[in-house]
């Protein structure tokens, strides 16, 4: 099927697909407010959302807001979030953007890429997460390690930088679709396409995927009703 459908046509179909095997694809971290979400998010950088959602309910117990983050005293912050890898950098960045959220936002998380960029720790893709699940805005693509693996794999990018892949696939997917694919992509690259082993012999996308390696006289399965993770 990949030889006749455009890269366009093939994007749609793979998204389809996406949708009947994992029909629901909220965020996996657990937060109550925006500004919970952002930190949630900053601290998954190099992390599962696992372990960050084993973190954050003493982090946000002992500083629930922005105006409490703020005013936290760095190495205590440190000590709460250090299972997460990286914690002096992201407990630095979680203090400066909770500061410039109290102090130049008026205590409310932007709603505009460009100012969500403006604040310590944050790059395109925790923004854009922030922005969909926080507000309802689908400003662009997430794309984290599973998103780039298997956006080249399926051949719909061959870039390697994440913001040329986000454009790439900007253009390809419909704007209300930006977040969750991103989503269901993560649960099939864990559940299927992982790293090392892809389990392409199994794998619903087989088809339409330029990398998939069938092994002779395997069949591509019919496609689940849907898959849980």
Known sequence: MTKKLSLKQRSLEILIRLKRLYPEAPCTLNYETPVQLLVATIL???????????????????????????????????????????????????????QAIVNKFNNQVPQRMELLLELPGVARKTANVVL???????????????????????????????????????????QPDWENWSIRLVYHGRAVCNARNPVCNICELADLCPSANISEGASVPRLATSIKI
Not at 56 to 77: C, I, K, M, S
Not at 141 to 156: A, I
């Open 44 to 98: 998954s950088a190099q992390c599962t959302d696992d372990r960050v959602n084993l973190v954050t309910p003493a982090l946000f117990e002992r500083f629930p807001d922005a105006v409490a983050l703020g005013n936290a005293d760095l190495e205590e912050l440190e000590r709460l979030v250090r299972s997460t890898g990286f914690y002096r950098n992201k407990s630095k960045n979680i203090k400066g953007a909770c």
């Open 132 to 174: 969909a699940h926080a507000f309802g805005i689908n400003m662009g693509v997430t794309v984290d390690t599973h998103v780039k693996r298997l956006s080249q794999r399926l051949g719909l990018t061959e870039h390697t930088d994440p913001t040329r892949i986000e454009r790439d696939l900007m253009v390809l997917l419909p």
